[in-house]
């Protein structure tokens, strides 16, 4: 019989032990899943970053001009953040073609600022900064982009073209106050 009793005992202590066992288990994971859940003062969002850079719309297009020496043409196009958050943004030529890349004289205003001032072969993605400031969500700006074909460029130059796609990049202004492009 003592044996008995001694088993019995056991069967009961491991018994209260498992259940005491579960008990902490649940505490444990509800002040886990609480701890996570309920955090004072922290708000999480996310956003979106889009551009709309002149409707998608070309700011120059094939023939519309004949470019020679001395000539300047300057035109107008916008860009504004239709996006949810504020961005930096650096625009940019990217598909570059053609003889006239390291002639034309480029440069980008944003008003009296410029924002980029040289050959159109150096205008790329690498070489070009961000604009100063950023747009706000909502916010459009009208920019101005002149092609200036040198005076001294010569006949050399003579049945030359450019073919370039106008890019926009963008990155969030949020937990980026240097504005990095990575």
Request: with cysteine.
């Given at each position: ?33 609480y701890s996570m859940v309920s955090v004072e003062g922290n708000l999480f969002q996310t956003g979106r970053i889009e551009i709309n850079l002149n409707d ?69 993605k690498e070489n070009t900064a961000a604009a100063q400031g950023s747009l ?47």
């Amino acid at each position: 019989m003592t044996g008995k009793k001694t088993a019995k005992k056991q069967l009961a202590g491991g018994i209260v032990t498992v259940a005491v066992l579960a008990v902490c288990l649940c505490i444990t994971t509800l002040a886990l899943v609480y701890s996570m859940v309920s955090v004072e003062g922290n708000l999480f969002q996310t956003g979106r970053i889009e551009i709309n850079l002149n409707d998608g719309k070309p700011v120059i297009t094939e023939d519309e001009f004949l470019f020679e020496p001395g000539a300047t043409v300057e035109k107008q196009f916008f860009i504004e953040n239709t996006g949810t958050w504020g961005a930096y943004y650096k625009i940019y030529m990217e598909n570059l073609e053609g003889g006239l890349a390291d002639v034309l004289e480029v440069t980008l205003r944003d008003g009296e600022t410029v924002l980029y001032s040289g050959t159109a072969s150096g205008f790329t993605k690498e070489n070009t900064a961000a604009a100063q400031g950023s747009l706000a969500t909502g916010e459009r700006r009208e920019l101005t982009i002149s092609f200036h074909f040198p005076e001294n460029a010569g006949n050399r130059t003579q049945d030359l073209y450019l073919s370039f796609d106008l890019r926009a990049d963008a990155v969030q202004t949020k937990n980026n106050p240097t504005g990095l492009f990575e």
